[in-house]
């Protein structure tokens, strides 16, 4: 038992309940002094809770030991670069601060909230499936369906983190992240995150969709809008911290002769998801803050009758969360880049091209938030600006599709599973883009603004731009990380199940948009016809689930009963391919120098990195 | 050059910024309160944004070529401060936030302030920039009581400013019916700024306050040296950024527009 409790995400988790505790019971003491009332509709008032969930946060990571070395510093003590991490799977319980331990843990925290996630998805689908409300009141209806959109969101944000702490210093040849311990830290503060915003379910469920435009959650008397908030502010700390280490680590760790065009398109990838994620991402946090103010001291930021004006958190709110989206699909894009040529056996066409496209998406992305607000009454003279800015993230994104297919033009391509997913992500996102013009159009938008042709959209690049690559990358990297593959054939049935299933979801959803479907709603009208198609879409969505399932069922088993491969599994000139696999602690026993171009596949003796066989030993 | 004439033209040149920062924020006040141009208010804003940065928090030290080992102290050092100017610009988008709300709910009127205690509470987080500046001066030149001497002054007076903003300045604006606004619609969103604003400038002003506590118990303890001082030039970056801060807020909230 004290066995039990010395295991630090346990340690954790209970100072998270007894900082809950504390902060509430601090708060309802000052009411108490103060005269207001003590105790609401769920135990505490809100103000309580909403304390009480902030310093359960701090007291969560304090006692899970991941502040530890901080504290030592604060104290004016010396502390060591290195730590070992114990043995076995209990290093991904606790604060380990090896880039590729936290990238596991961002990975498999990943995959947990896309199942939470996808259930959520399916039980409110499943709702949907027929008209009339069947097993679900409308309040559950709208907080399962606002959940599953916040919940992917961060289930997103944390699987490309976990790709990009794995991946990006091992194709640099960096011993580790800039920051380690705020690495982890990093890590770590998502955890609490994710429960504050889970906890929101039994605190009276969040109805506003995943937006929480006020004046609607500024005035619905539910506590759990207020956690959700909470939950999105924390995690939104992960995200920033994360990016910060992200552009300092490429910025200032590269191997030998690693210019800057040099780099691997995954590493751009990353600086330009992480530019995003460092800097916009304050700006959901502030805006969900002040709607958490409005509602604890009735500062009417938002609140029109006290000459608030809600516009103005929309406008906060998609200053973020249109570039978020580029933040989901950045990596994912760069992930296609860098396995096509890997599998097409040729060199990537175009390289600075994409590498700069990147980034360009990352600007342009800053420009165009308030498509988002056609509909929503603001000044009619931004509409214009806002569409050709938005019209031409049609430009990067249109040339990395040309380097696509000018590098699978006469490639000998081997159709192993990362390489379906690839060629999946390619199609589903170039479904997914070319849905996208009609909603940047005015004149189109104010008609498809809330139908589920939006839905169907949104899906396509979600799936095109995240999960298709997310797949490709962890049937890819797998025998990296365990020095065992996963099962081919499993890979293969996960594929051909997920993608026609997904295609029949997302056509149908944005087909039914168009005849007048409208999108967040619990129940329709039985004249519009729907039945059937709603019938069908559930059941693709329950092929996708079960895809899914197959996927984790062979992640599981391979980890045991893989078949072993620990050389150069898809014969890849990326450095990391050129040492033995599972990686060693501490990455490369010997760095290495960039000597050439980084995809020249199928060019005769071409060479990208050399290893520096010198005595004087890794630093 | 020898090692204390350098010294003490580094003090120097901390004297000559101050005195233009101190004659800057005169000016603004002056152009505010005679003949209100806020294009004027906005360069005089600017010039002391790009002094402060480039003089106090030397800003041009991320071009600093850190030569040698990657495990160096040198190395480190640029690669901590890279980082530290990234959270700061981060965190400068939030308060470039607040700033948008500021100006998207009141437009071109100011709340009902007191300007000249608005003075004289920018004037002292001034004063304590100064200071810090002649602390981390003293460090990097070794003089370790000089740090500390300089930081207990810069510690002191952040401390007056977060209680004449906290303790004096919202009880007065409460007193001027802003707080009232929570409830009535008088004034408008006046109060919910004001204290937003305000509220979240003095939750850095207190962790930088932390900060400079836990640096200068650890200068006390022998922790820092001429060559290695990485945590005392972080606290001072951050505290210049707090004053840099408050370079926008201050004509954002007391100077620009007209009483409602």
């Known amino acids: 038992m004290k066995r039990f409790f010395s295991i630090p995400l346990v340690r954790g988790l209970v100072w998270f309940v007894v900082g809950l505790l504390a902060g509430a019971a601090i708060v309802t003491g000052i009411r108490a002094v103060m005269g207001l009332e003590l105790f609401g509709t769920r135990g505490f008032t809100e103000p309580a809770w909403v304390f009480g969930g902030f310093v359960a946060t701090l007291s969560f990571l304090a006692g899970h030991g991941v502040m530890s070395d901080w504290f030592k510093v604060w104290r004016g003590e010396e502390v060591s670069e290195h730590h070992e991490d114990p043995e076995g799977w209990l290093k991904y319980l606790g604060p380990s601060l090896d880039h590729k331990v936290i990238g596991i843990q961002y990975t498999i925290t990943a995959l947990l909230l896309l199942v939470v996630g996808g259930v959520f998805a399916l039980i409110f689908r499943t709702e949907l499936a027929f008209e009339g409300m069947q097993f679900l009141s409308m309040d559950q209806y709208n907080t399962l369906m606002s959940l599953h959109g916040m919940v992917m969101i961060v289930s997103i944000l944390l699987g490309i983190a976990g790709l990009m702490n794995y991946l990006v210093p091992l194709l640099i040849g960096a011993q580790d992240m800039a920051f380690p311990r705020l690495n982890a830290f990093s890590y770590w503060i998502a955890v609490p995150a994710a429960i504050l915003l889970l906890m929101s379910m039994p605190l009276g469920g969040v109805e506003t969709g995943w937006t929480g435009y006020p004046p609607l959650s500024a005035s619905l008397n539910k506590l759990g809008q207020q956690m959700f908030f909470l939950g999105v502010f924390v995690a939104g700390w992960s995200s920033i911290l994360g990016g910060l280490n992200l552009i300092v680590t490429v910025v200032r760790m590269r191997a030998k002769g690693m210019v800057a065009f040099r780099m691997p398109i995954f590493a751009w990838a990353s600086i330009a998801t992480s530019l995003i994620s460092l800097t916009a991402t304050q700006l959901i946090g502030l805006s969900f803050q002040l709607v958490m103010f409005q509602r604890l001291f009735g500062m009417g930021f938002f609140d029109p009758a006290k000459g608030g004006n809600p516009v103005l958190f929309q406008h906060l709110f998609w200053f973020y969360s249109h570039p978020a989206v580029y933040v989901f699909i950045l990596p994912g894009l760069g992930i296609i880049s860098e396995l096509l040529p890997v599998f097409a056996r040729k060199p990537l066409f175009g390289y600075r091209w994409i590498a700069m496209s990147s980034l360009g998406i990352a600007l342009v992305g800053f420009l165009v938030w308030a498509h988002h607000m056609f509909t929503s009454g603001m000044n009619e003279y931004l509409r214009v600006p806002f569409m050709y800015s938005t019209l031409l993230v049609a430009v990067p994104t249109g040339v990395k599709f040309f380097s696509w297919v000018g590098t699978i033009w006469r490639g000998k391509l081997q159709t192993s599973t990362p390489m379906l997913f690839v060629l999946g992500g390619i199609v589903v996102f170039l479904m997914g883009g070319l849905s996208g013009p009609p909603n940047a159009t005015v004149s189109t938008d104010l008609h498809l603004h809330d139908t589920y042709w939006i839905v169907g959209h949104f899906h396509d690049t979600m799936f095109g731009g995240f999960v298709f690559p997310f797949f490709a990358a962890l049937y890819f990297w797998f025998p990296k990380a365990t020095g065992r593959r996963m099962n081919e054939k499993l890979g293969q049935l996960h594929f051909w199940l997920m993608t026609p299933s997904f295609f029949v979801l997302t056509l149908g959803m944005m087909r039914i948009g168009l005849l007048g479907m409208r999108r967040r709603i619990a129940d329709y009208d039985p004249a519009l016809g729907f039945e059937m198609s709603h019938i069908v879409l559930t059941i693709a969505a329950f092929l996708i689930a079960l895809s899914v399932l197959i996927f984790l069922i062979n992640l599981v088993q391979s980890i045991r009963n893989g078949e072993v491969a620990t050389g150069n599994v898809w014969n890849s000139r990326s450095p990391e391919w050129q040492v033995p696999s599972p990686m060693p602690a501490h990455n490369y026993d010997q760095p290495f120098e960039v000597v050439g171009e980084p995809y020249d596949y199928g060019l005769a003796g071409s060479k990208y990195v050399e290893f520096i066989a010198s005595a004087k030993s890794k630093h | ?260």
């Open chain 2, 1 to 260: 050059m020898t090692h204390t004439q350098d010294k003490s033209a580094a003090f120097g040149l901390g004297v000559v910024i101050f005195i233009y920062l101190a004659v800057l924020t005169a000016l603004e006040f002056f152009v505010a309160v005679t003949f209100e141009a806020i294009s004027i208010l906005v360069v005089i804003a600017l010039v002391k944004a790009a002094l402060v940065m480039y003089y106090y928090m030397h800003i041009y030290q991320l071009n600093a070529e850190n030569e040698g080992d990657e495990n160096s102290y040198a190395f480190k050092t640029g690669t901590n401060r890279f980082g530290l100017w990234l959270f700061l610009l981060s965190d400068a988008f939030v308060f470039g936030g607040l700033l948008v709300m500021r100006f998207n709910l009141l437009a071109m009127t100011r709340p009902h302030l007191n300007q000249t205690l608005g003075l004289i509470v920018t004037a002292v987080l001034l004063i304590s920039s100064f200071f810090m500046n002649r602390g981390e001066t003293a460090m990097a030149h070794g003089d370790r009581k000089g740090f500390l001497r300089n930081t207990a002054i810069t510690f002191v007076l952040g401390f007056i400013f977060l209680i004449g903003v906290v303790f004096v300045e919202w009880r007065l604006a409460a007193e001027e019916g802003l707080v009232a606004s929570f409830g009535n619609t008088s004034v408008g969103p006046q109060g919910a700024v004001f204290y937003m604003m305000t509220g979240m400038h003095a939750f850095h002003v207190f962790t930088g306050l932390i900060f400079l506590a836990l640096v200068w118990n650890n200068a006390r303890k022998g922790s820092f040296s001429a060559e290695r001082h990485w945590g005392v030039e972080a606290a001072t970056i951050y505290w210049h950024f707090v004053d840099l801060v408050w370079i926008f807020f201050y004509p954002a909230l007391y100077l620009i527009g007209k009483l409602s």
